[in-house]
């Protein structure tokens, strides 16, 4: 079993759509969690953290649930420049090393 | 403020040679990790530095080896290569404290023939 899973998609929305992704993580010793987004061919880029409260920036909120290890991303009012990978994203406490999942792809059309 | 930059862009090699990637931090960041994406995957955890030493490793041969200098630049060396290492290489930086993110450079995509 992944140590952190992911639905691979593709998730085909039009612009304005509300897309939610969801990951799972199997390490109930993860401590930190984020969303990572990466285009084609580039690096990842950290695009929030996530908090056991739930945190929104903007257009997206993330969701963090530890009793379930599940943790979920939801993007409001797709936008055609939203479309990317997805990665989720855990830190175990011993160590700092990042644990991705395969990522979820996003193609937001007109 | 130059952000995370490796070097070189891309590279391809055959099977059976070494290969050595660079990378160099974020202005103001010590640690250097490195990961390996293969096509359609997430990246994986090589391993990281910090002081000069191998801090943590993930689950590599002992073909993969690092090296981190003293103005916290690090590289990354592959010996006897596979047709299974062509892969994009991520360096990623961040400050000594656990809980900073991590800053990814633009990565080095190795082909091996």
């Known amino acids: 079993r992944k140590e952190v899973e992911q639905d691979p998609g593709p998730f085909n929305v039009p612009e304005g759509a509300t897309v939610a992704f969801n990951c799972t993580y199997s390490?109930?010793?993860?401590?930190?969690f984020f969303w990572y987004r990466q285009d084609c061919r580039k690096e990842p880029k950290l695009l929030m953290s996530?908090?056991?409260s739930g945190n929104e920036d903007g257009r997206f909120t993330a969701q963090l649930n530890r009793a379930s290890q599940y943790i979920s991303l939801l993007i409001r009012d797709s936008k055609l420049s939203d479309s990317a990978t997805y990665l989720c994203?855990?830190?175990?406490?011993?160590?700092?090393?990042?644990?991705f999942g395969a990522g979820t792809r996003l193609a937001v059309h007109p | 403020d130059a952000g995370v930059t490796q070097s070189p862009t891309h590279l391809i090699k055959t099977r059976g040679q070494q290969v050595t990637l660079r990378c160099s931090p974020k202005?103001?960041?010590?640690?250097v990790s490195w990961y390996q994406q293969a096509l359609g995957q997430g990246p994986q955890f090589i391993f990281q530095?910090?002081?000069?030493?191998?801090?943590q490793r993930g689950n590599f041969p002992d073909r993969f080896s690092g090296h981190q200098f003293p103005n916290y630049s690090s590289e990354l060396n592959v010996n006897a290569l596979l047709l299974g290492d062509s892969a994009l290489y991520l360096c990623?930086?961040?400050?000594?404290?656990?809980?900073?993110?991590?800053?990814f450079g633009d990565g080095t995509r190795l082909s091996i023939l």
């Open positions: 996530v908090y056991s």
């Open positions: 390490n109930s010793a993860s401590q930190s």
């Open positions: 530095y910090y002081e000069e030493e191998e801090r």
């Open positions: 990623a930086s961040s400050s000594g404290q656990i809980d900073q993110p991590q800053h």
């Open positions: 994203v855990v830190k175990v406490e011993r160590g700092n090393k990042l644990i």
């Open positions: 202005s103001g960041h010590d640690t």
